[in-house]
């Protein structure tokens, strides 16, 4: 009778937990733009449409104004361009990808906000006496009102009604050296996003965001594979159930690659699968490799000597930088050969940052802005990121009374918002 009640209780329980999701919405059934006559857009009008815009429907919803920024990512040898939108209120985006027809520009996608599970399907249109055929030219040159984008937007997969309007304002902040750098990969799964923390999927995503670098999680394996993941040990929030218990480095990597899935299905990638991607698929410029294992870093030092040449090979200016979180991590460090030659982040003191000669020193956030050593280290010739900032209102001030080249995040959406609206 006990066993009864208890799995009845257990059940009960279990059907009233919520279970929070934020899928993406089914966006393909707009005709128009699946008309046969509907045509890719070029990465010149892609840019083009980049800029500040005056958001005067729905600012309830997503605020009054907006930037919007292009990206792309190369799957399988296909170039996929998307046009996102930051908004700040609740840190809501759109991302959408485009096609034009008869002189019009269309932009189909979602949007989402990542202060909540809300959702839904996003429909713009540029026609081509707003803009369409300004945006389709060669050389397009856009001035304030010169681009009106009207569209209409619904609640996860209804089909969109309320109405928007946006109308270019001015261009985006010309600063392209403040690097916006997502974390874990380029983001959280806990944030409901449609791809794993630290997989190769999001690192392909990550720009949509908005961001130009990201932070990778590097462990170690037990045959001494490196590979990205978060946390210490296996567990449900990072992966799937699988027959696999306990820390990583328990584990060779063949062991974690059949029988571990991340949250969305992924495999748990190597440290170079990872670096290939960023290099070969992305724009991203930045990768801070977060090292969470205290054990020799000849390996790690490496295999980024290998990725910043194949880098300068591809013709890409990626920066790859060693970080240091830890004194652990710091001590193994100095007993590399020329260390001081090594491109490194160092999170520790401006005294360990000049002892090891880093490139970047990484200050968190609650320390303050640190304006006078931000100073010192910008003397140097450093830069200095700052980790890991998530609140709007903090990322506004720092952006206003402090001097980082950087901000690490969960929301790089926002910060993204922040920084291009800056004049």
């Known amino acids: 009778m006990k066993l009864v009640v208890l799995v009845l209780t257990v059940t009960i329980v279990w059907s009233c937990q919520k279970k929070f999701d934020a899928p993406v919405p089914d966006v393909s059934k707009w005709e128009s733009f699946n008309s046969p006559n509907a045509l890719p857009l070029n990465k010149t009008t892609y840019r083009a449409i980049e800029g500040v815009y005056d958001l005067t429907g729905a600012t309830e919803v997503f605020g009054n104004l907006t930037a919007v920024k292009s990206s792309y990512a190369i799957i399988n040898n296909d170039t996929t361009w998307h046009v996102s939108f930051f908004c700040a209120k609740d840190i809501s985006y759109f991302i959408c990808e485009g096609r034009q027809l008869n002189g019009d520009i269309l932009l189909n996608g979602y949007w989402r906000k990542m202060t909540s599970t809300e959702t839904g399907i996003v429909r713009l249109t ?95 394996t037990r045959d001494d594979s490196l590979v990205l993941y978060h946390d210490n040990n296996i567990n449900l929030r990072e992966t799937q159930k699988s027959g696999l218990v306990g820390p990583i480095e328990n584990f060779s990597y063949a062991e974690l690659s059949n029988y571990v899935r991340l949250i969305h299905g992924e495999k748990i990638p190597t440290l170079r699968e990872a670096l290939d991607a960023i290099i070969y698929q992305t724009a991203l410029t930045t990768v801070y490799l977060d090292t969470k294992f205290n054990a020799p870093l000849q390996q790690l030092r490496d295999i980024q000597t290998e990725y910043l040449a194949k ?65 010192e280290m910008h003397t140097e010739g450093r830069q200095v990121f700052v980790w890991t900032m998530d609140v709007p209102s903090y990322i506004d001030q720092y952006l206003d009374e402090g001097h980082f080249d950087g901000i690490l995040t969960n929301y790089p959406s926002y910060v993204a918002y922040a920084h291009y609206i800056r004049p």
């Open 126 to 220: 540029i026609s081509a006496v707003n803009g369409g055929s300004l945006l389709l030219g060669q050389n397009p040159v856009i001035t304030p009102g010169g681009v009106i984008i009207k569209g209409v937007f619904g609640n996860e997969n209804e089909p969109p009604f309320d109405s928007l309007l946006l109308v270019y304002n001015r261009k985006l902040n010309a600063s392209t050296s403040f690097k916006i750098l997502a974390h874990r990969g380029g983001g959280r799964t806990s944030d409901l996003l449609p791809a794993s923390e630290n997989s190769i999927e999001m690192i392909e995503r990550t720009a949509e965001f908005g961001s130009t670098g990201v932070e990778i999680d590097v462990r170690l």
């Open 311 to 375: 880098a300068a090979t591809a013709g890409r200016n990626v920066e790859i930088f060693v970080g240091l979180p830890t004194q652990d991590q710091f001590d193994q460090f100095l007993l590399l050969p020329g260390y001081t030659n090594i491109p490194s982040l160092c999170e520790l003191t401006v005294e360990d940052v000049r002892k090891i000669n880093s490139d970047v020193w990484a200050p968190r956030w609650t320390l303050g802005t640190q304006n006078e050593l931000v100073a």
